[in-house]
């Protein structure tokens, strides 16, 4: 069984500024991961597959990267809308997985 | 534009089943090129993955929950549904259904778009 770990589990960013959220998958996952943001309240929304194809809608300051074990979700100018917890998913093998998720609060 | 609605008790005793249904609007669940899954997430907690069905009734399961869990699929009602038997307080959560897989033809369960809203399922006395 793949276990996805994410870090940090809190990342605290300014508005207007970067942020980096990384996830770690126990063995290679290939390209096969997802991330998904998640607000209060609201089910998960798919942001990007294929580690780095945005989902339909997506704006583009969301930018996905990395294959193998090692994923970064790069965020490139914090829009008040992005605060928000942010979960990694394999789906190179089964069962399919998910991190454990990092929450991005506001600086 | 699909949707999906999660309906069912959103309180369940101890040792008893967890029943819970899917309605797919928008769209057919019958669909060729798509699985569809159940996600459960715990209070103030990360998600789970519990399993997901084809509309052939081909399924894949969280081994974690597999001896408990049993999800079927009526096309006639474009609808999915989950079971859980034995449940116990850990078992509460909000429940999500989704679409689990990226069309194009050939059924991949890879990642899950749409989701429903969720419905909090509890598990007490």
């Known amino acids: 069984e793949i276990v996805m770990t994410q870090s940090p589990a809190t990342l605290s960013v300014s508005p207007g500024e970067r942020a980096t959220l990384s996830c770690r998958a126990s063995?290679?996952?290939?390209?096969?991961l997802a991330w998904y943001q998640q607000k209060p309240g609201q089910a998960p929304r798919l942001l990007i597959y294929g580690a780095s194809t945005r989902a339909t809608g997506i704006p583009a300051r969301f930018s996905g990267s990395g294959s193998g074990t090692e994923f970064t979700l790069t965020i490139s100018s914090l829009q008040s809308e992005d605060f928000a917890v942010y979960y990694c998913q394999q789906y190179n093998n089964w069962p399919r997985a998910f991190g454990q998720g990092t929450k991005l609060e506001i600086k | 534009q699909l949707q999906l609605q999660e309906s069912g008790p959103g309180l369940v005793k101890p040792s008893e089943t967890l029943s819970l249904t899917c309605t797919v609007s928008?769209?057919?669940?019958?669909?060729?090129?798509?699985?569809w899954g159940w996600i459960r997430q715990p209070p103030g907690k990360g998600l789970e993955w519990i399993g997901s069905i084809y509309y052939s009734g081909s399924t894949y399961y969280n081994p974690s929950l597999k001896s408990r869990v049993t999800i079927s699929v009526d096309t006639s009602k474009n609808q999915f549904s989950l079971k859980l038997s034995s449940v116990t307080a850990a078992d509460t959560a909000v429940y999500y259904c989704?679409?689990?897989?990226?069309?194009?033809?050939?059924?991949?369960?890879?990642?899950?778009?749409?989701w429903g809203q969720g419905t909090l399922v509890t598990v007490s006395s």
């Open positions: 928008g769209g057919s669940i019958s669909s060729s090129s798509y699985y």
């Open positions: 063995q290679s996952v290939s390209s096969n």
């Open positions: 989704a679409r689990h897989g990226s069309g194009g033809g050939y059924p991949l369960p890879n990642w899950f778009d749409p």
